[in-house]
């Protein structure tokens, strides 16, 4: 259950943002609640429509449901100690893939991390209009990755994604309690656009 500071995290924007966008952010306290088969190909279908350069596509995912102990502590394993202590609470637990070469002529595709992160975008924003949270995490060993679940070189290791139902921050030890209930700010948008016209 959404606790009152959990709901409180929607961002406080300067300008009327869909909901959807004011509502997604990256919690580390999950109830570790299934995410069902059905709504997580939902969240796939999602992802395979975002844009890419050529339409390439250069995503996949691999995936592990928290009920299958040994796929899920598998990935778990991989993760870095400081995330592995709360993803461990997750539905699902992803690994986002991308594939640096262009499928038709293998020569480098430029964009394919750019393209990929679209591609969580729109999981991660298909999983808030679901009531489900999502956090993205860097915080990974790449090569355990490659390893354990023996990645060929036709593809790297982008992200690790924590997926699932929104828990309560009072399960998280300090500092990460804190971390969980601060208010979230961006930079102001004139910092970083510029009117090339003015």
């Not at 592990?64 to 991989?78: I, K, N, P, S, V």
């Not at 499928?103 to 393209?115: C, E, I, L, W």
Request: with cysteine; charged share 15%.
């Amino acid at each position: 259950m959404q606790t009152t500071t959990n709901m409180g995290k929607q961002a406080q924007t300067q300008r009327p943002v869909h909901a959807l966008i004011r509502q997604r952010w990256s919690p580390r306290s999950f109830t570790g609640e299934p995410v069902s088969t059905e709504v997580l190909e939902q969240l796939f279908e999602a992802a395979s429509w975002a844009p890419s350069a050529f339409n390439e596509q250069p995503w996949s995912y691999l995936y592990a449901h928290r009920e299958d102990e040994a796929a899920f502590g598998q990935m778990l394993d991989c993760l870095f100690e400081g995330n592995r202590s709360w993803a461990a609470n997750a539905g699902v637990l992803i690994l986002s893939l991308a594939a640096p070469n262009l499928s038709a002529n293998g020569k480098p595709n430029r964009h394919y991390m750019h393209d990929t992160g679209a591609a969580n975008n729109s999981l991660l924003l298909e999983a808030t209009a679901n009531g489900l949270y999502g956090h993205m995490m860097g915080g990974f060993d790449a090569k355990a990755a490659i390893s354990a679940f023996s990645l060929p070189e036709t593809v790297e290791p982008v992200c690790f994604i924590a997926l699932g139902h929104l828990g309560s921050p009072e399960q998280l030890p300090e500092p990460l309690r804190s971390r969980e209930e601060a208010a979230r700010s961006r930079k102001p948008v004139l910092s970083f656009t510029q009117n090339l016209g003015a």
